[in-house]
Structures are given as structure tokens and as C-alpha cells.
């Protein structure tokens, strides 16, 4: 026995059913989207660096503070190197004195006033003077620190007038001039993800997006995670940008 129905009853069937479809099928999308992975990334410099100590001596300069911005061939450091100097001045006499000593020798052993054992042993004394003396000039050279390229003074773990052991470290210098957004994706989008490859990082501490630009990326796939680290530049010069900032990485797969 069927039952027959009304047209306004079967009107609003039909739009009941419509509105049922539509919410499972927005619960789907919004499910799929939720499933996507969040790329977190984060600013890094690409150039930075930690300098360290290479003389044991007391720190005279020290004019910059952290923030401060520096040329490159700047000095940032300086050590009262008097010990240094002195072993440098005593080096430079040995090496003048050797060196005579091997020039009579060689008009003497021209005369055969001497024997070829008595001039090659100056020659020796010589070379010794003069390795010393190198020595002293590279160690001398250590005196002084300046800025292997332009950037800004990073944190410092030292003091003006502090004695510094050899090897210790003094402070952290970077370029914020050129960043990039350091990043952990699937491995499995090594398929389409390549260097060249266009994006946006959406930094949350100045809440707007950046053009950037896939660099490089790793050589290594993390087998535990299935990530593998992504680099992309940073397209483009923006003051607001600061090292450490973080925030998302925009991209998806092509279609």
C-alpha cells in the first residue's frame, strides 16, 4: 500500500535531505582540513657565527653592545696583548741576529774559513728564528677581532677589562639583512616540493605574510618522522623581520 504525498510535504523532505547532504559533505572538507599538517617555521640568519677567544689575555675594547650594528672589518674586540708583543720583539732580534750570523758564515765557508757543517747549522738556527717569529705574528694578530661581515651584535657573554682564557667565548654575531624560514615537512612532498618552489610565511609576532622561496633542502629524510628540513629565502628586504621570529609556512601540494 503506498502512501501518497503532498507536494508542499514533499518540498520540504527534499530540502531537509539537501541541508543533511550539505553538512556531511562540509564536515568532510572541514575534517580534511583538519587532518593537514601545520608547517611551522622559523626565521634564521644566514650568516651568523660565535667568536671566540684565540689569545688568553685582558679585553682593553670592547666599544659595541648587544644590538649594535657593525661593518664589516669592523673591530669588535680588542686584548691588552703586551705579553704577546713582547714575545713578538723578542722573536724579530732572534730572527735579525740568526740571519747575520748565517750571511758571515757564508762569505766564511766562500773562503773556506769554515766547514759545510758549521753554515748549515746557522742555516738552521735561522729557520728556527724564523718560524718563530711567524709564530709570534700570527699569535699577535689574534690581538685584535674585527667583524668578518657587516651585522649586528648578538648576545655577549663577556665584560670590558675581563680576562679571557684562550678558546672561551666571547659573543654571537649575525646579519638580519637576509633570512630564511627554517621548516619540517612530510617527506612525501619531496614529489612536488623542489628548490625554486614560491610560498608564504605567515609570521605571528608582526602578524603579516612574506613572499619567500625554496633554497635548499636537506639531504637527510628524519626516518622516525618521515620530515625532512626545508629552507626558503625570505623574497624580499622587511626591517620588521627579526631572527627567531616563527610562525606558519603557507603552501600546499599542486594540483
Known amino acids: 500500500m503506498s502512501v501518497a504525498l503532498s507536494p508542499i510535504r514533499f518540498r ?19 575534517g580534511a582540513a583538519d587532518t593537514a599538517p601545520e608547517i611551522r617555521a622559523q626565521l634564521v640568519p644566514k650568516r651568523s657565527t660565535i667568536l671566540s677567544a684565540e689569545v688568553a689575555a685582558q679585553i682593553s675594547e670592547l666599544p659595541l653592545r648587544e644590538g649594535d650594528s657593525f661593518a664589516e672589518g669592523q673591530r669588535l674586540v680588542a686584548f691588552d696583548c703586551g705579553v704577546q708583543r713582547a714575545r713578538l720583539a723578542h722573536a724579530a732580534a732572534q730572527e735579525t741576529a ?18 759545510a757543517l758549521e753554515l748549515e747549522t746557522a742555516a738552521a738556527e735561522h729557520a728556527v ?24 651584535m648578538g648576545p655577549m657573554e663577556v665584560k670590558r677589562y675581563q680576562s679571557v682564557a684562550e678558546g672561551q667565548k666571547l659573543m654571537e654575531i649575525l646579519d638580519p639583512s637576509e633570512l630564511e624560514a627554517e621548516m619540517l615537512v612530510p617527506s612525501s612532498w619531496l614529489k612536488w616540493l623542489k628548490p625554486g618552489y614560491a610560498l608564504e610565511i605567515g609570521i605571528e609576532e608582526t602578524g603579516r605574510k612574506y613572499p619567500a622561496k625554496v633554497s635548499r633542502l636537506s639531504p637527510r629524510i628524519d626516518p622516525v618522522s618521515q620530515s625532512i628540513r626545508v629552507f626558503a629565502v625570505i623574497d624580499g628586504k622587511f626591517p620588521d623581520l627579526l631572527p627567531g621570529m616563527s610562525g606558519r609556512a603557507l603552501l600546499s601540494a599542486p594540483n
Not at 520540504?12 to 572541514?30: E, M
Request: net charge positive.
Open 12 to 30: 520540504l523532505i527534499t530540502a531537509c535531505v539537501t541541508v543533511l547532504l550539505g553538512i556531511a559533505l562540509f564536515d568532510g572538507v572541514a
Open 98 to 115: 740568526t740571519r747575520k750570523a748565517y750571511e758571515v758564515k757564508s762569505k766564511l765557508n766562500a773562503l773556506n774559513s769554515i766547514g
Open 129 to 152: 728564528a724564523e718560524a718563530d717569529l711567524q709564530m709570534a705574528k700570527v699569535i699577535t694578530s689574534h690581538c685584535v677581532i674585527s667583524a668578518p661581515f657587516a651585522g649586528r
